[in-house]
């Protein structure tokens, strides 16, 4: 089984940054691919950003230039890193773990097994 804790939400102005973080309570950290999806309230739950065990990554493309996903196996902690927030970043954001394979990352939220219970980020002037 794997646990995940996210921090660092809160409430922010436009064009403020912020750091998310998300840890694993599991043996093994780095053979996990992990993921950040976020849902908006009375919206679907929507892909983020997704990193493999290899570091490589990937975004959906309102957050490209913005959103930065990486990790810290040694800590075994996986981080999204905000900047330029706007208020359409507001949403509950949800970290997600599936046992991954070389360099593969994942988009879809069936590929994931494991999910923290949400950090709310509130993004408004």
């Known amino acids: 089984q794997v646990h995940l804790v996210e921090s660092g939400g809160g409430l922010v102005q436009p064009g403020d940054s912020l750091r998310l973080s998300c840890s694993a309570s599991v043996r093994a950290f780095d053979d996990y691919a992990m993921g950040w999806f976020r849902q908006a309230p009375g919206k679907g739950r929507d892909f983020v950003a997704a990193i493999s065990r290899t570091a490589d990554t990937t975004y959906r493309d309102s957050v490209k230039g913005r959103f930065t996903i990486s990790r810290d196996n040694a800590k075994n902690t996986v981080y999204l890193q905000m900047n330029s927030l706007k208020p359409e970043d507001t949403a509950v954001y949800y970290c997600?773990?599936?046992?991954?394979?070389?360099?593969?990352?994942?988009?879809?939220?069936?590929?994931?097994?494991?999910w923290g219970q949400g950090t709310q980020v509130t993004v408004s002037a």
């Open positions: 997600a773990a599936v046992k991954g394979y070389g360099s593969y990352y994942y988009t879809g939220m069936g590929h994931y097994d494991y």
